[in-house]
């Protein structure tokens, strides 16, 4: 099975989980319209930085979703020595001044250009909790070890100790 089938097929198996799965609504409740507004939705992956390149489409793709408490993840991204795949979902929290979310599955494919893809599943992690920091035009989510999220219009950008490492796009 190709490294987009394995894919597609985790996908379906997490969309069947997600709509069958527990809800954390009432965490999401207490959060205002306009925060929940901001930070619920579907992104898709715009740029990627690894290794002092800006990597973009074709050579990345992905989506990101906060939807209902649950998040999911998938990105992929095609180097000249390897492709690199990552699955995942979980769930979120998020009140007046605080968002977590956790991975209850994350898998990671790297297929080598020659040779058998290495497959690893993490165990479910711990909640990575997040400060509500409203700024003029965006929000930001201030986490431990410089973890940081920025919700600007239609873009959401993920910054480790400083530096962007992905940026997504709005697609609803």
Known sequence: MTVL???????????????????????????????????????????????????????????????????????????????????????????????GYRYDYMENTSRPASGPPTVTVAPPGPMRSFRVVRAPGKIVLDGANEDRREYEGPYFTLMQRGQVVRRWRRVS
């Open 5 to 99: 089938g394995r894919c597609l097929a985790i996908l379906a198996v997490v969309s069947v989980m997600v709509t069958t799965g527990p809800r954390l609504s009432s965490a999401q409740s207490a959060a205002p319209p306009d925060l929940r507004t901001a930070l619920e939705g579907t992104w898709e992956l715009v740029e990627w930085h690894v290794d002092g390149q800006v990597l973009k489409p074709p050579q990345i793709h992905g989506r990101w979703s906060n939807r209902d408490g649950v998040v999911m993840v998938l990105f992929h991204r095609t180097l000249p020595d390897r492709q690199d795949t990552s699955t995942g979902y979980g769930v979120y929290q998020m009140t007046t001044d605080t968002w």
